[in-house]
């Protein structure tokens, strides 16, 4: 592995993650110090000692699923795992042994009586006695908790669901890309007129810096990469660009944004999906044009395309096999003179002229070429070495459309459809509007596939679900053999779903998508959640050991453990 944005943003997170260990040792440690530095690092660590081991453990199994993973998805987040994990193990080493080593040379209680740290302790003091005052009265109102927790369950749920999803969130880097189609076998001067249209356009509209083209005069399909001058206005631009473009005649044009990250993720538009079938290429063009006029009607999409073309013409020649065998004419000799005629025969003598030597290439003009009247004036010759007519006298022209790709998937004949997205559209929300127009308006034998980009996030999202659940149920196992308890891991687990409340609230507040990294950060937040109910559920049953009733143990243990649970969590914030 390298040092990239992903490995990157895993150090980051480590920082916060080893200073978490550290913090929970060293606040021990400091509420064991009496008079003896030594005593209170041996008592203090040997207290914290078996809670840092399943802290550390519970964050190494959260991320060991990751190592299942196969495809895109699992080449970019298992290097993010490895790194944290291995952090993570070192972290859990450091506190255990270098964080008690210092304590016992460095920690005395000369900062105690420094006026600043004395006022900081009567705040925190104050907070404590705030929250036990709290917790003691939702410890006696269990049935409005369970009902405020319901309610924030399900305000949780509808958030999620309200959310945009995507793979890769858009950066916005100031650029465009503009994709034209022009209809296939088009010139490359009927390319060009079209395009000098889109530069007008661009030229029109402020806010474009700089404009790159490049032209395909065999598939049609061209590209403009748009450099903005303020990345702020990418949007108005790109609603600007697509509404001036929607109505021009003679080629098809749909702009969207692009970044440097997003690129390498299934190049090109969101939403692409396969229609296969045994029919013929006709028959499929029917559907998918039926497909496409649906999608077409519904704002979100934009820019709706296929990569099959019928007007791609082509000419069938056929020759009147009995009749040029009785005359002795070769076939071979038709069909190298029509060859010569419409693609060029160079010949072997070149033309020399003022010193420079330049090909002999024999043809028709191109404006001709659709053109079969020469065939006239074109004679052949029969095996005696007699002109018996013109070869229009022995051949049939047929004309007719045809595809120029015979594309196939998965064995069968197919149509790949493409388009874009309005903005602050949700990949979900218009993939599943897809399947519903599909569902439909396919008729029997013809059957849809995700690709590109589409079945890039599919296979995502089933990733992440898989290591989801995957890390909650090896979180369970390893705190059972850690607490040797079935129902203690409950509790520890059950706070998480609470988190990942929190979290989709301030998603939506923010305007933030579930992608690729918010997933990680769910992730992550596993094994943070777990961490701070491992320290909580640890020391009450130690409380519970000494005859402590249940609510008792329950408060003195959220007193004790308050300070490292907040220290932690503004470290990892």
């Known amino acids: 592995y390298s040092i990239n944005l992903i490995t990157s943003l895993a150090i980051i997170l480590s920082i916060g993650l080893i200073v978490d260990d550290a913090i929970v040792v060293l606040e021990n440690i400091k509420r064991n110090f009496q008079n003896d530095r030594y005593e209170a690092v041996v008592t203090g660590t040997s207290e914290i000692f078996y809670p840092v081991i399943a802290m550390t453990l519970t964050l190494v199994i959260v991320y060991l699923p990751v190592a299942f993973l196969t495809g895109a998805i699992g080449d970019i987040i298992r290097p993010f795992a490895y790194t944290l994990a291995f952090a993570v193990i070192v972290s859990g080493i450091c506190s255990l042994t270098i964080t008690p080593s210092m304590c016992s040379q460095l920690l005395n209680k000369k900062h105690l009586h420094n006026k600043y740290i004395i006022n900081f302790e009567k705040a925190i003091d104050r907070l404590i006695s705030s929250y036990l005052y709290f917790l003691k009265k939702c410890i006696n109102r269990k049935l409005l908790v369970i009902l405020f927790m319901a309610i924030l369950f399900l305000i949780g749920g509808f958030l999620l669901f309200t959310l945009r999803s995507e793979m890769i969130p858009q950066e916005n880097y100031g650029l465009l890309v503009s994709g034209i189609s022009v209809p296939e076998n088009s010139s490359l001067a009927y390319q060009e007129r079209k395009m000098q249209i889109v530069s007008s356009a661009y030229k029109n509209i402020s806010g474009i810096n700089n404009c790159f083209t490049y032209l395909n005069s065999s598939s049609g399909e061209s590209n403009a990469m748009l450099i903005l001058s303020n990345y702020k206005k990418t949007d108005s631009v790109e609603e600007q660009l697509n509404n001036e473009l929607s109505n021009e005649k003679g080629f098809k044009a749909f702009t969207f944004q692009t970044s440097a990250v997003s690129a390498g993720f299934g190049s090109g538009l969101p939403i692409q999906f396969v229609l296969t079938s045994n029919s013929s290429y006709k028959n499929l063009a029917n559907i998918s044009g039926k497909i496409m006029d649906i999608l077409n009607k519904k704002n979100i999409f934009k820019g709706v395309k296929s990569d099959l073309d019928l007007s791609n013409q082509e000419y069938s020649v056929s020759t009147n096999d009995s009749l040029i065998n009785d005359l002795g004419i070769p076939a071979q000799s038709i069909a190298e003179s029509i060859s010569a005629l419409y693609g060029g025969y160079q010949l072997e003598n070149n033309y020399d002229s003022s010193g420079s030597s330049y090909p ?26 007699k002109y018996l007519g013109p070869i229009a006298n022995f051949v049939q022209i047929e004309n007719y459309s045809s595809p120029s790709d015979l594309s196939h998937f998965d064995g069968m004949r197919s149509v790949t459809i493409k388009s874009g997205l309005a903005n602050n559209i949700s990949m979900q929300s218009s993939m599943n509007k897809v399947e519903s127009v599909l569902n439909k308006a396919l008729p029997k034998g013809v059957n849809f596939y995700w690709t590109g980009p589409s079945k890039q996030y599919l296979d995502s999202s089933h990733s992440m679900s898989f290591v989801l659940i995957s890390a909650l149920i090896f979180i369970y196992l390893m705190l059972t053999i850690q607490f040797k ?15 990942f409340v929190g979290a989709v609230i301030f998603l939506k507040i923010t305007g933030g998508t579930l992608n690729i990294y918010t997933k990680l950060g769910f992730l992550t937040l596993v094994g943070l959640i777990a961490k701070h109910g491992i320290l909580m559920v640890h020391y009450a049953n130690r409380l519970r050991q000494t005859a402590a009733s249940i609510n008792e143990a329950i408060v003195l243990a959220a007193a004790k453990r308050f300070r490292p649970i907040i220290m932690t969590t503004f470290a990892m914030m």
């Open 360 to 385: 002999l290439i024999v043809s028709i003009p191109k404006d001709q070429q659709g053109d079969f009247s020469p065939l006239n004036n074109i004679f052949v010759l029969n095996n005696a070495g």
């Open 485 to 499: 308890s079935f129902t203690d891991p409950l509790i520890i687990l059950f706070t998480i779903p609470l988190s």
